[in-house]
């Protein structure tokens, strides 16, 4: 049974890798059509979860954590505003670098990885329950 709760502590890591991914694209598409406080000053800027692979010291696996929230370091998108009170000196209106449509790809291969590994702990926890009923 050791090997099938294994199984299911690499897929918690992975959804709880991935729900971290998930709430940072939320941030990023909430974010999305900011605009700097300050006159001529930098908006929000997109953010992206790197992972890493780690050993999990109770069982010996290797499992993936989120590590660090980088920044994307794109250019900000530009759109020419004047009269707008966050336009630089030349007139222009820094916005964020975010595209909303990468952001929803993104969100949807999280999404996707994340109901995988569910299905790895629903699969594990199944045949731990045949495993029991067949030592019955």
Do not use: C, W
Not at 27 to 45: M, R
Not at 52 to 63: F, V
Not at 83 to 88: D, K, Q
């Amino acid at each position: 049974m050791g090997d099938l709760s294994t199984s299911s502590d690499i897929a918690v890591s992975g959804m709880k890798a991935q729900a971290k991914r998930l709430r940072i694209i939320s941030e990023n598409l909430a974010n999305a059509d900011s605009v700097a406080k300050t006159k001529g000053g930098k908006p929000y800027q997109r953010q992206v979860v790197t992972f890493k692979a780690a050993l999990d010291k109770n069982t010996g696996a290797d499992i993936v954590e989120a590590d660090k929230v980088v920044k994307d370091k794109s250019d900000f998108n530009k759109k020419y505003d004047p009269h707008h009170p966050s336009a630089g000196a030349d007139g222009y209106v820094l916005y964020p670098n975010v595209n909303p449509l990468v952001e929803m790809m993104d969100m949807k291969e999280a999404q996707r990885s994340y109901e995988a590994n569910l299905n790895i702990i629903k699969t594990s926890k199944d045949m731990m329950k045949s495993t029991i009923d067949l030592l019955k």
